[in-house]
């Protein structure tokens, strides 16, 4: 019911930069917060920054300095990320947090939702 798609992966070289972005749509009746995960071959899904709808970020301490991700817009949020390495090579997931407006009659009920996730890979 909620649809995350993400743009923007590909082959970056060390010291590049990107930016990645991700649209929401469905039936969303408000997000209260999107955030991006990352997942490298062999290893767990871990997260790379967070904003709130009261505009809190957290970034995780391995992109701290080097990246920003930005307030949603039209149920829209970007990553950006500076400095790239070959240990940033992942792959990278948009997720929302919120709730669904649904009926007559009307019934909310909260959502958590990920994209199809985006491949990033950088080459030193």
């Known amino acids: 019911q909620v649809q995350l798609v993400e743009s923007g992966g590909g082959l970056v070289q060390s010291g590049g930069s990107l930016r990645l972005s991700c649209a929401a749509s469905g039936r969303i009746d408000s997000i209260y917060a999107m955030g991006w995960y990352r997942q490298a071959p062999g290893k767990q899904r871990e997260l790379v920054a967070s904003?709130?709808?009261?505009?809190?970020t957290f970034y995780s301490d391995f992109v701290k300095g080097r990246a920003t991700i930005s307030d949603w817009s039209a149920r829209n949020t970007n990553l950006e990320m500076n400095s790239l390495n070959p240990r940033d090579t992942a792959v990278y997931y948009c997720?929302?947090?919120?709730?669904?407006?649904?009926?007559?009659?009307?019934?909310?009920?909260?959502?958590?939702?990920w994209g199809q996730g985006t491949q990033v890979t950088v080459s030193s």
């Open positions: 997720n929302a947090k919120g709730t669904l407006a649904t009926g007559p009659p009307r019934k909310v009920t909260d959502f958590e939702s």
């Open positions: 904003v709130t709808r009261s505009g809190n």
